[in-house]
């Protein structure tokens, strides 16, 4: 039988140290035991200067909901063809402090603060994201003209 975790104040230490030491910026903590499994619960610590492409998940149980646990972040919507729709600013005690995003939504997120850390919520199994689900208007991660993709969206929030 396992034993139940606390989540304390080392724990969300521990993820934001190995966040700011990736080279991506950003740290999971699952909960979940495995890639297959059909829920999928985990802490993203995300630190400035992560780029997280916007994407959308297709599969009808993919919504995901995000609550923030510390920190502060901006969150983009985007229709189709690119333009913003809609943006949230959320921080942990703040007067937005979680969001729920329908399958089907193109999103991204930006860390706003050092320390960023936020409970993911989502279906599984993990599978890659498909064409379909990478917005073809925005660079990729690593892809020329990210870092300056990611300059504009942190632009929204300053």
């Known amino acids: 039988m396992k034993t139940p975790l606390i989540i304390d104040q080392a724990l969300l230490d521990r993820i934001s140290l190995q966040a700011k030491e990736s080279r991506r910026k950003r740290k999971n903590f699952n909960f979940h035991a495995s890639e297959?499994?059909?829920?999928?619960?985990?802490?993203?610590a995300i630190e400035p200067g992560t780029y997280?492409?916007?994407?959308?998940?297709?599969?009808?149980?993919k919504d995901e909901s995000m609550v923030m646990v510390r920190g502060k972040m901006g969150a983009v919507f985007f229709d189709a063809a690119g333009n913003i729709t809609q943006t949230a600013v959320l921080s942990a005690g703040g007067p937005v402090g979680a969001i729920n995003i329908p399958r089907g939504t193109f999103h991204s997120l930006v860390a706003l603060m050092s320390d960023t850390v936020f409970f993911e919520a989502k279906a599984g199994p993990y599978a890659l994201l498909t064409a379909e689900e990478r917005a073809p208007w925005a660079p990729q991660e690593g892809e020329a003209g990210a870092a300056a993709y990611l300059a504009q969206l942190e632009k929204l929030f300053a």
Do not use: G, K, Q, Y
């Not at 297959?36 to 802490?43: E, G, I």
């Not at 997280?52 to 149980?61: A, G, K, V, Y």
């Open 36 to 44: 297959n499994d059909l829920s999928h619960r985990l802490l993203n």
């Open 52 to 61: 997280i492409p916007p994407h959308r998940h297709m599969d009808p149980n």
